[in-house]
Nanobody, 121 residues
């Protein structure tokens, strides 16, 4: 499994960025792709995930500002981030996992290389 992330950068508070992740070599246990982030000194946390059927899961604090979408034909997932805040500064990682019918998500140990998002105040 390979996950290639892109789209990070430096943006001012209130701005927008769009992250993309292209997946290849997906295995049968992966029916969802998503994003996690890790800020300095903090644990990695879920941002958003989307299943191949289009079901989504977001971190509660990010609902309304972030939108995840998926192009199944290209095994690509996008994360549109609007109204960015300095606390969104982190390395964002693409992940492959299993999205269950009860809404829970299990991240398998398939991670992209990470893309840095820096939001200045």
């Amino acid at each position: 499994v390979q996950l290639q992330a892109s789209g990070g950068g430096l943006v001012q508070a209130g701005g927008s960025l769009r992250l993309s992740c292209v997946a290849s070599g997906l295995t049968s246990n992966i029916n969802a792709l998503g994003w996690y982030r890790q800020a300095p000194g903090k644990q990695r946390e879920l941002v958003a995930v989307i299943s191949s059927a289009g079901s989504t899961k977001y971190a509660d604090s990010l609902k309304g500002r972030f939108t995840i979408s998926r192009d199944n034909a290209r095994d690509t997932v996008h994360l549109q981030m609007n109204n960015l805040k300095p606390e969104d500064t982190a390395v964002y990682y693409c992940n492959g996992g299993t999205y269950y019918s009860d809404g829970n998500y299990h991240p398998w140990n398939y991670w992209g290389q990470g893309t840095q998002v820096t939001v200045s105040s």
